[in-house]
Structures are given as structure tokens and as C-alpha cells.
Nanobody, 116 residues
Framework: QVQLVESGGGLVRPGGSLRLSCAASGRDFSTGVMGWYRQAPGKQRELVATSASGGSTNYADSVKGRFTISRDNAKNTVSLQMNELKPEDTAVYYC??????????WGQGTQVTVSS
């Protein structure tokens, strides 16, 4: 059974930082794409950042320069360092993992709230 378990969400003030982590089990994603998506209340789920097995990364324009995605293939984990957080970053953040010709897997989500 494949599981993605996120951790690290919470409440932070504007300008603060948080680090999200996601640990995958049940399948090796070292040759696939791992990433983060988020969904704010009343909005569609959107891509935040992805990391491909070859090292390439992709970021939403709204987080470029503030967020950094990283992965540890040996541990089957992916992390998201979020700096300079803004109230509009408030959302449930979901870990995502996929390999070619396989289903897409999602974590259960972790709440990030940016508020003073």
C-alpha cells in the first residue's frame, strides 16, 4: 500500500518560514516526479512546486524566489522550504508523487495558515 505522509504545517506570521516534509512508503519514487500542491478555501488545487528525478524543478510564479523544493531519493522524501510567507499562501498543502505509467498518489494534506 502506497502512503504519502506530510508533516510540518502550522500557523505562522507573515514574513515567517515553514518547512513541509513528505515521506513516501510502499513504492520507490526515485525515478518519478514528486511535488507539492495546495488548495485554498473556495479555490481549485494548484501546483506549488515539482521535482523530477533528473533534478529539474518547477515552481508556480507566485512562489518563485520564496519556496524551495528538495528531495532525498534514498529516503523517498520530498520537502518544501517556504520563506517570506504571505497570507495568500494559506492553504492545505498536499504532497504528490508519480512515476511513468503508474497512478498519481496524494498525501492527506497539511494546513498552512499565514496570519498575524
Amino acid at each position: 500500500q502506497v502512503q504519502l505522509v506530510e508533516s510540518g504545517g502550522g500557523l505562522v506570521r507573515p514574513g515567517g518560514s515553514l518547512r513541509l516534509s513528505c515521506a513516501a512508503s510502499g513504492r520507490d519514487f526515485s525515478t518519478g516526479v514528486m511535488g507539492w500542491y495546495r488548495q485554498a478555501p473556495g479555490k481549485q488545487r494548484e501546483l506549488v512546486a515539482t521535482s523530477a528525478s533528473g533534478g529539474s524543478t518547477n515552481y508556480a510564479d507566485s512562489v518563485k524566489g520564496r519556496f524551495t523544493i528538495s528531495r532525498d531519493n534514498a529516503k523517498n522524501t520530498v520537502s518544501l522550504q517556504m520563506n517570506e510567507l504571505k497570507p495568500e499562501d494559506t492553504a492545505v498543502y498536499y504532497c504528490n508523487a508519480k512515476q511513468i505509467l503508474s497512478p498519481t498518489y496524494w498525501g492527506q494534506g497539511t494546513q498552512v495558515t499565514v496570519s498575524s
